[in-house]
């Protein structure tokens, strides 16, 4: 069982600055308490309302979205990306055209045989919307299972 946990592993895809996301929350929440605390009556207290109750659901859509329960899966095959509704794609190693790899940051960018079946594991040095959870073992393991000529070591994914 343990070889069949290594062999296949999921990694998370997660917001890159979910605190973000929580501060607007709390912003929502005081722009919809502070009108009562202060006493403010009428349209502005319904302005502050609405305003509010609106940017608190924005940011729980944002924080519910389907992406956010989306994983990497890698096992000896190659790479997929799932997501709630299925796999979005796989890509096996052979098809794998080449991996860019920066190595100081840990990143990486896999290049498939189209730009639809390309992935990014990103750092703070390669932003993406979305970071990975353990996507210093993620990296590990591409670099593991991609054949060395098809590496490029780089700090720039160009």
């Not at 299925?86 to 896999?110: K, M, P, S, Y």
């Amino acid at each position: 069982m343990a070889d069949a946990e290594q062999a296949a592993a999921r990694f998370r895809l997660r917001p890159r600055r979910a605190w973000a996301v929580w501060a607007m929350l709390a912003f929502g929440g005081a722009l919809c308490v502070l009108p009562f605390v202060y006493g403010v009556t009428g349209t502005p207290r319904l302005i502050d309302l609405v305003a509010g109750l609106g940017v608190i659901a924005t940011a729980s859509l944002y924080l519910g979205a389907p992406t956010w329960r989306s994983c990497v899966r890698i096992d000896q095959r190659g790479l997929a990306l799932e997501s709630p509704r299925g796999e979005r794609f796989h890509l096996d190693w052979n098809e794998v055209t080449e991996v860019i790899a920066d190595q100081d940051e840990q990143a990486a960018f896999v290049r498939g045989p189209s730009s639809a079946r390309s992935f990014l594991v990103p750092s703070s040095a390669h932003p993406a919307p979305y970071r990975i959870e353990r996507s210093a073992e993620l990296y590990a393991r591409i670099v593991a299972a991609v054949p060395e000529e098809k590496i490029r070591k780089s700090r720039s994914f160009q």
